[in-house]
C-alpha cells in the first residue's frame, strides 16, 4: 500500500467512526473516563445508492448529521411531484471505493445516474464538509515557457476548486446526443493518465497556443480525455452548521409555495460596477442576446450603474445612477439580481456614499418576499476553497501547507514548527518547486469562505434564494456569455414550473456547444464550466418564464 492509498483508508474510517460512534452510546465513569455502553446498538452505514428507488430525479447528498434538518425539505419536494432521496457521505465512503472522498462522491452520484435517472443533485456542507476536488493548471514551464517577466515562475502550477466535477460523469462519444448509452464503463473521474492532477491543461502564455494545431491548447493537451460536458444540474448549499442548514431550507419551501409574491417579480436587477471598463455595455448584451430582454420586457429590467467616472455619470438610455436602499427596492419587484464588476470572495467592488457592498450590506436585504436569484459575474465572486498554492490549505496527506511570495524571487514555506508567521530570512532555496497537491477538504473551522453565505444564510431569512460566482480570476466577457445561455434557456421555456437546475444545465450545455472548439485559455468549456459555480436548490421553482 502506498501513501496515497493509506490516506483514502484513513478517510474512510473516518467517516466510519463518526457514523458508528453516536454520543449516546458513550458513557462516563465518576472519574470522567469514556467507557463504551455495551447495551447501546452500533449503527452502522448502509448503502443509500443501492437503495435508491427509480426514478429518484432529485439526489441530496451531505453529512448523516444533516438528515433530520432535510427531512422535511425532502417530504416537501416529493409533496410537489419531485421524486427526492437525501443520502448520506458516511455510507458513500464505505461502499463506493476506490478512490479518494471527491471521487467515491462522483462514483455514487454516476451510478444513481444510470441506475436510478437523477438529473439534480444538492452537495450539502461547505468544503470543510463536503468533498470537493481541484482542476490542475499546469504553469507551462515543463514546456518551455520563460520565467522571465511572471511571478508563479516558482511554482508547477496551480489548482482551482470546482464542482463541475461532479455534474461531468462520464466521457461521451457523442455529447448530447439523445440516445447515447452512458454506463459505467463510461465513467470519468478525471485522471485518465493516473498522476492525480485531475482535468489537466496548460496555461496559456503565447498567442500561438490558441491555433488549431498547436500541442498544447486546451483541446490538444488533454492529457486526462475530459470533455466537460454537463449531465446533471449540480448546487452545492455551503452551510457549516444545522442552523444554517435550517434557514435556506426554510427559505426555499415558502419560496416553493409561492410565499415570494411570485405574480409581481417578473423582470432582473442589473448592477454595473463602474471601476470594470465596459460593464454597462457588457450587460445589455446579456440582455440583448437572443432578445432576452424583449422576451422579459425591457420595462421589467431595471439597471444601475455604479461608481462610473465621472464622464459617464449621466447614464443614457435605460441606465441610471444606483444606490443601495435603490437596488433592495428594486428586488421586490424582480427574481433575477446580475451584478458584473470587478469582486473578490467576500463582496462586489462597488460602493454607496463609501459603504463597500459586502456581508454588511446583504444583511440588509431583509425583506423575506424579495429574495432573488443572484449572479455574480467578477473574479472570485464564487470562491469557495483556496486556489492552490495561494493561501493556507490542506494538502493531500491532510496536512495544513502555507506558501508565501514576499517577492519574484522570495518564497517561503510553512514547517511544522512555524505555520503562522511567513519568514523572510526563511525562504525556500530548491526552486522552482512541485506544488503539494490540494486535498479534498478544507480547514474544519473555516466557515463563509464564499460571497454566496451571507446572501443564502442571512440570519433574518432574507438575502437570496440562490447565487452563483466564479472561482477564479478572469475576464468578466465569459461569465456574461455563460448567463445569457442561461437566461435564454430561461426565456425558452415552455413548462411550468420552471426549474432553476433546468436552465442552469440547459445553459451550460448551450455553453458548451457554442464554445468547445475554442482554443482560448478560459472560453473552453473545459475550464470555464469549471468556474462558474451554483450555490443553491437546484430544483428550485421559478416565476413562469414569459417566453410560455
Not at 452512458?182 to 491543461?201: A, V
Not at 432574507?462 to 461569465?479: L, M, P
Request: hydrophobic share 35%; aromatic share 12%; charged share 20%.
Amino acid at each position: 500500500m502506498n501513501r496515497g492509498q493509506s490516506i483514502v483508508v484513513a478517510v474512510t474510517c473516518a467517516f466510519l467512526i463518526q457514523s458508528c460512534s453516536p454520543s449516546s452510546s458513550v458513557q462516563r465513569t465518576e472519574t470522567g473516563r469514556k467507557v463504551i455502553n455495551p447495551n447501546q446498538p452500533i449503527t452502522l452505514p448502509t448503502d443509500g445508492i443501492k437503495a435508491l428507488p427509480r426514478p429518484t430525479t432529485f439526489l441530496i447528498l451531505g453529512k448523516s448529521e444533516f438528515g433530520s434538518t432535510l427531512s422535511n425539505f425532502v417530504k416537501h419536494k416529493n409533496a410537489l411531484g419531485i421524486p427526492t432521496s437525501f443520502v448520506d457521505l458516511e455510507g458513500i465512503q464505505q461502499f463506493y471505493g476506490p478512490g479518494d472522498p471527491a471521487e467515491r462522491v462522483k462514483r455514487a452520484i454516476a451510478i444513481a445516474f444510470v441506475n436510478a435517472d437523477i438529473r439534480y443533485v444538492m452537495l450539502v456542507g461547505d468544503a470543510g464538509l463536503f468533498p470537493v476536488r481541484h482542476k490542475y493548471m499546469n504553469g507551462g514551464r515543463e514546456f518551455g515557457r520563460p520565467d522571465a517577466g511572471r511571478d508563479d515562475w516558482w511554482e508547477d502550477g496551480s489548482y482551482a476548486p470546482t464542482d463541475h466535477y461532479y455534474a461531468n460523469l462520464f466521457h461521451h462519444q457523442d455529447p448530447g446526443a439523445k440516445f447515447e448509452k452512458l454506463d459505467m464503463t463510461k465513467f470519468d473521474n478525471w485522471d485518465d493518465n493516473g498522476n492525480g492532477k485531475f482535468n489537466e491543461q496548460v496555461w496559456q502564455w503565447d498567442a500561438k497556443q490558441q491555433d488549431s494545431n498547436n500541442p498544447l491548447n486546451v483541446i490538444t493537451y488533454n492529457p486526462d480525455k475530459v470533455d466537460a460536458y454537463p449531465d446533471i444540474a449540480v448546487g452545492r448549499v455551503p452551510v457549516h452548521n444545522e442552523n444554517e442548514l435550517a434557514i435556506y431550507v426554510d427559505k426555499v419551501i415558502k419560496y416553493d409555495n409561492g410565499m415570494m409574491l411570485p405574480g409581481s417579480k417578473r423582470g432582473l436587477c442589473l448592477l454595473a460596477g463602474g471601476t470594470y471598463p465596459g460593464s454597462d455595455g457588457l450587460l445589455d448584451g446579456i440582455i440583448g442576446y437572443n432578445s432576452v430582454g424583449d422576451v422579459i420586457g425591457q420595462d421589467n429590467i431595471l439597471k444601475f450603474g455604479f461608481n462610473f467616472p465621472e464622464n459617464k455619470v449621466q447614464f443614457t438610455g435605460t441606465w441610471a445612477p444606483g444606490s443601495f436602499p435603490g437596488v433592495r427596492n428594486a428586488v421586490n419587484s424582480t427574481w433575477g439580481l446580475i451584478y458584473l464588476g470587478h469582486g473578490y470572495s467576500q463582496g462586489w467592488d462597488i460602493s454607496d456614499t463609501k459603504i463597500p457592498f459586502n456581508a454588511s450590506e446583504v444583511d440588509k436585504f431583509i425583506g423575506q418576499l424579495s429574495l432573488p436569484v443572484v449572479f455574480g459575474i467578477g473574479c472570485e465572486t464564487g470562491a469557495f476553497m483556496p486556489t492552490v498554492p495561494i493561501g493556507k490549505y490542506l494538502g493531500v496527506y491532510n496536512d495544513a501547507v502555507w506558501y508565501y511570495q514576499f517577492s519574484h524571487d522570495v518564497i517561503w514555506k510553512s514547517s511544522p514548527s512555524n505555520m503562522t508567521t511567513p519568514d523572510p530570512t526563511h525562504p525556500m532555496k530548491d526552486l522552482p518547486t512541485i506544488i503539494e497537491p490540494p486535498g479534498t477538504l478544507d480547514f474544519p473551522d473555516q466557515p463563509d469562505r464564499t460571497f454566496a453565505c451571507p446572501w443564502l444564510f442571512q440570519k433574518n431569512k432574507g438575502g437570496a434564494i440562490a447565487y452563483f460566482g466564479e472561482t477564479v480570476v478572469c475576464e468578466d466577457y465569459h461569465g456574461a456569455q455563460l448567463t445569457e445561455r442561461v437566461l435564454d434557456s430561461y426565456c425558452k421555456c415552455k413548462f411550468s414550473p420552471v426549474l432553476l437546475g433546468d436552465i442552469w444545465l440547459l445553459g451550460q450545455r448551450k455553453y458548451w456547444t457554442d464554445f468547445k472548439d475554442d482554443t482560448g485559455v478560459f472560453s473552453n468549456p473545459r475550464n470555464f464550466l469549471c468556474i462558474e459555480t451554483f450555490f443553491g436548490d437546484p430544483t428550485l421553482r421559478l416565476p413562469d418564464s414569459p417566453g410560455r
